[in-house]
């Protein structure tokens, strides 16, 4: 469960964590950085529970198959019309 709690931090999931505060960024080739993250999140709880909780939010909102399928249908009908 912890480890989707800690991403890659280019600038994609940096923009999307700053919307959604949803995990902690590291260097995925900085051994320590990944260390540090995890011992974070292993000695706090709230931020862990934080954390699931936006991301929770998150895909509920924004992130599901009902919004991806209204963006498809839109593009379509795009298409279909140029």
């Given at each position: 469960m912890v480890c989707h709690l800690f991403f890659c931090n280019t600038s994609i999931y940096t923009a999307l964590n700053n919307q959604w505060k949803i995990g902690l960024g590291v260097n995925l080739k900085d051994s320590q950085e990944i260390a540090n993250a995890l011992a974070q999140l292993l000695n706090h709880s709230d931020l862990i529970n934080?954390?699931?909780?936006n991301n929770l939010q998150a895909s509920q909102r924004r992130y599901n198959w009902q919004n991806e399928a209204t963006k498809l249908i839109e593009l379509y009908k795009l298409l279909i019309n140029a």
């Open positions: 934080a954390l699931s909780n």
